[in-house]
Every structure is written in structure tokens, then in C-alpha cells.
């Protein structure tokens, strides 16, 4: 099985709420290697699994421990980028320190930028081609690609014009016009993670103001 279609395997079952599944399948991999493929796939699935919304196991630790490992076990897998983006956001989480316990073939893919290496020349071509994208397309398919891809491109670690905002918004723009799709259901994991870093900047705000207060 390919990279891709193992990856769609894994998403396809997380979709399907079958979380314990995923992990089982990723650390049978990863006990047999983790420095070869499939190993990049099992540490994203794994990775993507802990961070999910709907997993009532869900540790954002758990899930920065494989995302950083499949970036440093595997720098040139098409799957570090979305890793990369994953641990743009988890810079604003205060203790992430958890450690493991001891897809058919549609044809060319007009979205296959995001499965290279970044560099910085290449965001503003992304976000250039996908508002095209957005403007020109009639078709649900492309268009929910796109949002997708925007939402990713905004989040990006590597992204001199990083913006949460926008990122945010492309994500929730896509769930609300395309809330069946299993790429709807990879926003969600992401809106979650604005949430809770929403949160915490509320809460530090708090802390902020009450400061301000006792030393009046």
C-alpha cells in the first residue's frame, strides 16, 4: 500500500471514530522501525490521532512527541510539512512533555505544492494559486482543497506572514461549507487547537490584569 493510501486509511479511520485502531496500527509499525517508511506515516497518524477533538484520550504531548519525531526522523517526507505546521501552534501551549508509554488514485493532484518542502519564496505563490482556486472553481472538490490548503499555509512555522487569524478562518469557512468531508473533519482538529490557544492567551490576559490590579 502507498504513503497516500495508507494515510487515507488512517484518516478515513479516525473519521470513523476508530482511534484505538489508528494507534494500534501506527505502534506495530513503529516497533518494527522507526526510521523507515511507513514509519513517517504511522508517526503522523499517531500524532494527528492525539490531537483529535473527538478522541477522549486526546494529549496534545502525546501528539507533539510524534510530530517531532517524524520531523526529525524524516526531514524530507512530504508528510513533515503538515507536522511543522501542527508544531507552529504547539509553541503557544505552556507543558507539552508526554512521552509514549514502554489513501484511491484520483489523478494529478492540483494541490501537490503542499507535499513539498517549503521555502519562503512559496507561500505567496500557495496563497496566490489557491485564492484562485477559491474565485474560479465551481466544483465543491477543488474548493474545499483550497480552503484547506490556505488554512495550512497560514499556520505554516516556516511562513514569514504566519497569521492565526486567517488560518482560522479559511479552516471554519470550510467546515461550514463543506462539514461532511473528510477534510472538514482535519479542520476541526485544527479549530480545536485555536481554541485552546485562545484560552490560554485569555487566561494569561487574566493573570496580566490582576497584577495590574494588586499593584495599585
Known amino acids: 500500500m502507498s504513503p497516500q493510501r495508507q494515510l487515507a486509511h488512517h484518516r478515513y479511520a479516525l473519521e470513523m471514530g476508530f482511534f484505538e485502531t489508528v494507534i494500534l496500527q501506527g505502534n506495530r509499525i513503529l516497533k518494527e522501525s522507526e526510521t523507515k517508511s511507513p514509519a513517517d506515516v504511522a508517526l503522523y497518524a499517531l500524532g494527528e490521532t492525539y490531537a483529535h477533538h473527538a478522541f477522549k484520550g486526546k494529549d496534545y504531548g502525546l501528539s507533539k512527541y510524534y510530530f517531532e519525531k517524524l520531523v526529525r526522523n524524516f ?83 516556516d511562513n514569514p506572514a504566519k497569521d492565526f487569524v486567517k488560518s482560522r478562518g479559511y479552516f471554519e469557512e470550510l467546515i461550514r461549507k463543506f462539514p461532511e468531508t473528510s477534510l472538514a473533519e482535519e479542520a476541526r482538529v485544527w479549530t480545536g487547537l485555536f481554541l485552546i490557544i485562545e484560552k490560554m492567551q485569555q487566561i494569561d490576559m487574566d493573570i496580566e490584569q490582576q497584577k495590574k490590579q494588586l499593584n495599585r
Not at 124 to 151: C, F, H, M, V, W
Request: avoid cysteine; charge should be negative; aromatic fraction near 10%.
Open 75 to 157: 526531514p524530507d517526507s512530504p508528510l513533515t510539512w503538515e507536522a511543522k505546521t501542527y508544531l507552529s501552534l504547539y509553541e503557544h501551549f505552556e507543558v507539552l512533555k508526554s512521552e509514549p508509554k514502554p489513501i484511491a488514485d484520483e489523478g494529478p493532484n492540483p494541490f501537490s505544492w503542499t507535499t513539498a518542502t517549503p521555502d519562503e519564496q512559496r507561500f505567496e505563490k500557495a496563497i496566490a494559486r489557491n485564492i484562485d482556486i477559491l474565485e474560479q472553481s465551481t466544483e465543491d472538490s477543488p474548493t474545499a482543497a483550497a480552503l484547506y490548503n490556505l488554512g495550512l499555509v497560514y499556520a505554516h512555522i
